[in-house]
């Protein structure tokens, strides 16, 4: 069975730092793209990161770029999302997400596995 479990969202002070994991079962991280989107309350889901496991690129969406880093442990089928200088509006659920295709994108309807989310809450 394919499953992707999150962990590591919580309470953060703004300016904080939070890493996100998703470990991954039933497949293996070395051909797919993995990507980190979030969703606030009565927004769309958007994607925040993708990293490409055929050759490493990466993209991040504007609002996290030079705070949030992306990364995988292929060896421990882990993916990672590290998260510096917490901003009010970065609170939102966290998922991570699969897609068999091996290029990085964040193209929301393309990714075939998706985790069950953590939620990430910063105060000010």
């Known amino acids: 069975e394919v499953q992707l479990v999150e962990s590591g969202g919580g309470l953060v002070q703004a300016g904080g730092s939070l890493r996100l994991s998703c470990e991954a079962s039933g497949f293996s991280f070395d051909h797919y793209a993995i990507a980190w989107f979030r969703q606030a309350p009565g927004k769309e889901r958007e994607g925040v990161s993708c990293?490409?496991?055929?050759?490493?690129?990466?993209l991040y969406a504007d609002s996290v770029k030079g705070r949030f880093t992306i990364s995988s442990d292929n060896a421990k089928n882990t993916m990672y999302l590290q998260m510096n200088s917490l901003k009010p509006e970065d609170p939102a659920v966290y998922y991570c997400?699969?897609?068999?295709?091996?290029?990085?994108?964040?193209?929301?309807?393309?990714?075939?596995?998706w985790g069950q989310g953590t939620q990430v809450t910063v105060s000010s």
């Open positions: 997400a699969a897609d068999s295709r091996a290029g990085c994108h964040v193209t929301r309807a393309l990714y075939n596995y």
């Open positions: 990293l490409s496991s055929t050759d490493g690129r990466t």
